[in-house]
């Protein structure tokens, strides 16, 4: 078959012979394969960096509740100034994620004289729009962890994790860890205004 004769056949017989053309064709495959893998790619690579960065968020939480309560647990006696610069120290354990976003309760909760098991709050204060817990409320802590007329510093913090990827897929993820720690150098952390 001459090139005169391939170009007076119909369209249909054209397009079926550049479709067996390019199937003989190795760069074809090739460039098939490469359009069907390039988005799974594309969405595991981001999938990784959003659940990393997640679980780096989420350590990074623990790690605030945990030097927040490590820190008012070595004090005798704490201000509002001490309470400030802990939640201020405790919040740069965040950086580089946003720490506006971030919720912390510290409170000191006293065991009874007579019952280990009846524990209530003995101060509370709170930061980042979180709610500090009221004076002489109970308080429901593990079991164990009091012994009658003991104390135990208490730390809550909240995190609103919003990934600047998946945004619109998941929304904000709500990270929350709460930390016990007893006081080191007397029975009980005391709050002076």
Not at 86 to 98: D, G, M, N
Not at 105 to 122: H, K, R
């Given at each position: 078959?001459?090139?005169?004769?391939?170009?007076?056949?119909?369209?249909?017989?054209?397009?079926?012979?550049?479709?067996?053309?390019?199937?003989?064709?190795?760069?074809?495959?090739?460039?098939?394969?490469?359009?069907?893998?390039?988005?799974?790619?594309?969405?595991?690579?981001f999938?990784?960096?959003?659940?990393?960065?997640?679980?780096?968020?989420?350590?990074?939480?623990?790690?605030?509740?945990?030097?927040?309560?490590?820190?008012?647990?070595?004090?005798t006696?704490?201000?509002?100034?001490?309470?400030?610069?802990?939640?201020?120290?405790?919040?740069?354990?965040?950086?580089?994620?946003?720490?506006?976003?971030?919720?912390?309760?510290?409170?000191?909760?006293?065991?009874?004289?007579?019952?280990?098991?009846?524990?209530?709050?003995?101060?509370?204060?709170?930061?980042g729009?979180?709610?500090?817990?009221?004076?002489?409320?109970?308080?429901?802590?593990?079991?164990?962890?009091?012994?009658?007329?003991?104390?135990?510093?208490?730390?809550?913090?909240?995190y609103?994790?919003t990934?600047?990827?998946?945004?619109?897929?998941?929304?904000?993820?709500?990270?929350?860890?709460?930390?016990?720690?007893?006081?080191?150098?007397?029975?009980?952390?005391?709050?002076?205004?």
């Open positions: 078959m001459t090139i005169s004769s391939k170009m007076n056949r119909p369209v249909l017989y054209r397009l079926s012979d550049f479709a067996c053309s390019m199937l003989r064709d190795p760069r074809g495959m090739v460039a098939v394969e490469f359009a069907l893998i390039v988005p799974v790619m594309i969405t595991l690579y999938g990784t960096i959003e659940t990393t960065n997640a679980m780096t968020a989420a350590r990074r939480v623990t790690n605030v509740a945990q030097t927040a309560a490590d820190l008012t647990a070595q004090v006696t704490v201000s509002t100034s001490d309470l400030d610069d802990i939640f201020s120290a405790s919040t740069a354990i965040l950086s580089p994620f946003p720490t506006n976003v971030v919720k912390i309760t510290v409170t000191s909760v006293v065991a009874s004289a007579s019952n280990a098991n009846t524990t209530t709050v003995a101060w509370s204060k709170a930061y729009g979180s709610t500090a817990r009221s004076t002489n409320a109970a308080v429901t802590l593990p079991a164990g962890l009091t012994t009658v007329g003991s104390s135990v510093i208490m730390v809550e913090v909240t609103t994790y990934s600047p990827i998946a945004e619109f897929i998941t929304g904000p993820i709500t990270m929350s860890e709460v930390a016990y720690l007893k006081p080191r150098r007397s029975v009980s952390v005391a709050f002076s205004s």
